[in-house]
């Protein structure tokens, strides 16, 4: 193990020597090359730095609109029942045999509708979840 590391370090001594010996010009073109690189760094991480934000940000505005539309289907819910119960109340056995099956058919609409929406926003919150991933 130590002659494992006595050896790395004379390697690294050998590329310090050689970088030492190396002409002025070549030690300035490495400079070049190694600034080069950094501003290529920063330059990704301010682009992966604002892309995170964005992603953020737009996560944000979706959990608020999820949350809001999960508020409206509750609401919607809620007086769909208060409407049923009033229905239900004052026609008795006087309901036609129509109604009861445009009632269901609109119930059955509205949940299919929420399932596509809540499918759409659970593909978009998991494209999200990736795009934050890769960045």
């Not at 996560?59 to 409206?72: G, N, P, V």
């Not at 609401?75 to 026609?91: I, T």
């Amino acid at each position: 193990e130590v002659q494992k590391l006595n050896q790395q370090l004379e390697e690294k001594n050998g590329e310090i020597q050689q970088m030492i010996n190396q002409p002025p010009y070549e030690k300035e073109r490495e400079i070049l090359r190694l600034q080069k690189t950094l501003a290529e760094k920063e330059k990704a991480q301010a682009t992966s730095d604002v892309l995170c934000r964005s992603l953020t940000d737009e996560t944000h505005q979706l959990q608020r609109k999820l949350a809001s539309t999960a508020e409206m289907c509750q609401h919607l819910a809620k007086c769909l029942e208060e409407k049923q119960r009033k229905e239900k109340g004052n026609s008795d056995d006087q309901i036609p045999t129509e109604r009861p099956n445009q009632v269901f058919l609109q119930l059955l609409y509205n949940e299919t509708s929420l399932q596509a929406l809540i499918c759409n926003l659970q593909e978009e919150n998991r494209m999200l979840k990736q795009k934050v991933a890769h960045v």
